[in-house]
């Protein structure tokens, strides 16, 4: 079974600013996929980034990147130039390659506070 | 856009009470998911459906059950609501191809008495 561990319940940082999210995770696949979800106040969880284990790039999307660190079996977001807007809790999740119904496993969650 | 729609955003329920919690999609995803959120545990998957009148339980089965008639429609039930099911319960769905995002809907805070 997979386990995947956000050591860190809440954090801080002032807007505009860059804030780093940990998450590392355990398991004995050699592909699969790892995800950052955002839950905003309002409660709706969107994507916010993906990473494919095969590939050794690191992904992007605009302020949001991963530090993939697949040895370590370490996938951190990294957020520049922090907006309030990135108040929300943030989930890192891990899915096996060819797994039926596409099962997400998630980490505990870390609440991430922007102050202005 | 992918819309997901949960029935009630807050729910107050007695214990004992049979409790259904329902949620639609619009994307003809062939997968559909209940999770619950708590504090610190992060979601937990109840049960998953990756067609109509299909069910697989996830990590957290026990007093739930589900029912999935048609493909756009996924319900929880608690069979006798009890105060450790007070909880957030969030649905979501997926095509069902390797890697597809899941797509979630509100929530549901559900909290029995």
Partial sequence: AQTVTQSQPEMS??????VTLSCTYD?????????????PPSRQMILVIRQEAYKQQNATENRFSVNFQKAAKSFSLKISD?????TA???CAFMKSFNAGNMLTFGGGTRLMVKP | DVKVTQSSRYLVKRTGEKVFLECVQDMDHENM????QDPGLGLRLIYF???????EKGDIP??????REKKERFSLILESASTNQTSMYLCASSFEHTQQPQHFGDGTRLSIL
């Fill in chain 1, 13 to 18: 940082v002032q807007e505009a600013e860059t």
């Fill in chain 1, 27 to 39: 398991t004995s696949e050699s592909n699969y996929y790892l995800f950052w979800y955002k839950q």
């Fill in chain 1, 82 to 86: 922090s907006q309030l807007g990135d």
């Fill in chain 1, 89 to 91: 809790m943030y989930f």
């Fill in chain 2, 33 to 36: 998911f209940w999770y619950r």
């Fill in chain 2, 49 to 55: 459906s990756y067609d109509v009148k299909m069910k």
């Fill in chain 2, 62 to 67: 026990e007093g739930y059950s589900v029912s």
